[in-house]
């Protein structure tokens, strides 16, 4: 076994690396070094004078004692420590010179990565999961590489199978802000057919959904004495006014026809928290000890409600408001408050025991799905 690079080898890469190098990556199948510099892109031929990939180990060896002074090439079993960002930013540019895949996602991952540093790293390695990484930080999608990723992305969605990376993709997407109106309803188009894309835009984005449908039929006629106690600062009555709204109408829709149809448990639980957080986020009233239970959050709403109806001593001054100022409202107000329990913690139970998807999953969820269905149907003025 060969215990260093051929002399021509050697020779080529200190002359390419004597030069203002910005990255480095290593083509296997063509036993090529490609190298970004100031001036374009520059390329070496290997000549491997043993197995390809001892040879490889040979040559990254090279290019990290010239690039970290570390002549056993880059720590690649410090991987997890890595990958969770704790690597000192003034190492990361020579980090992209090893040719070590695993020392790039290392750079991917660093808190201090930049914007100029990304766009070594996307040379290198351009991939989905390294755009969402990168993505992740401030610098680089309100820098230059933020739309080139970005775009990359919805370029990349249509050939996406992972249900989560479908979900994280158009998470990342609405939050950075780098996709324009047309884009964002082609987008919402495909979860006719994928709903996970209607997932991401659930959770990121649930007071800005595009397919909008009409607002509650009945919103004129509760309008004024609602207008009144928004302006009064309650909570509930504000609530009430977003869920009726074409806004809020679309989100529970959606989330309906999600949770009717989801493909697999990462699905199903983003769902969950995403109609939990939409009414907790409205909502300054929380229903405790429930257990994750949804009987016991259906029966714990009733008595909220009921309790702000007879005592006038109730604690939950802004549902008696409501309720005395529009009384037929109280099944909303308490389908609120059930909604406003909803985890992904519902379905820990039954998920812990099966590792079903699709028709099966669908079915063991019954018990938390169908009183959910009832819900909804209630806020939409439906029959579930």
Known sequence: MSTEITSEDALCLNVLLASNVQAIRIDE????????????????????????????????????????DSPGGYPVYLRRWS?????????????????????????????????EIARRAWWIMPTAEIARRMLEKPAVAEG???????DFLVEHLPFEEDHYAIIETIRFLLHTGLVDDTTRERL?????????????????????????????????????????LVANGNTVALQINRIFSNQGQTFLSTCEEVLRHPATQDVVNILLNALGNYFRSGLSITLTDTGNDINICIQKAEQVCEAAVTESSCPEVQIRELLTALPQLQPEVR??????????????????????????????????????????????????
């Open 29 to 68: 199948s063509t036993m090529t070094v490609h190298a970004l510099t100031d001036r374009g892109e520059a390329t070496v031929a290997l000549h491997p004078d043993c197995r390809h990939d001892q040879y490889l180990r040979l040559v990254r060896e090279t290019l990290s004692e010239h690039a970290l």
């Open 83 to 115: 990958r969770m960002g704790q690597l000192r930013d003034e190492t990361l540019p020579q980090l992209l010179l090893t040719g070590e895949p695993e020392a790039v996602i290392a750079v991917v991952y660093a808190a201090g990565l930049t914007d």
């Open 144 to 150: 230059q590489m933020g739309k080139v990723l970005a």
């Open 188 to 228: 919402w188009k495909k979860g006719r057919y994928k709903n996970a894309y209607y997932v991401g835009f659930l959770e990121q984005s649930p007071d800005r959904l595009p397919g909008l449908i009409p607002a509650r039929s009945d919103i004129d006629s509760i309008n004024v004495r609602l207008e009144q």
């Open 335 to 384: 389908a609120m408050l059930v909604l406003s329990t909803v985890s992904s913690g519902m379905a820990e139970p039954i998920f812990a025991r099966t590792t079903a998807i699709g028709t099966l999953m669908r079915t063991k969820l019954e018990p938390v799905t169908f009183p959910l269905f009832e819900q909804i149907a209630i806020l939409r003025g439906k029959s579930a």
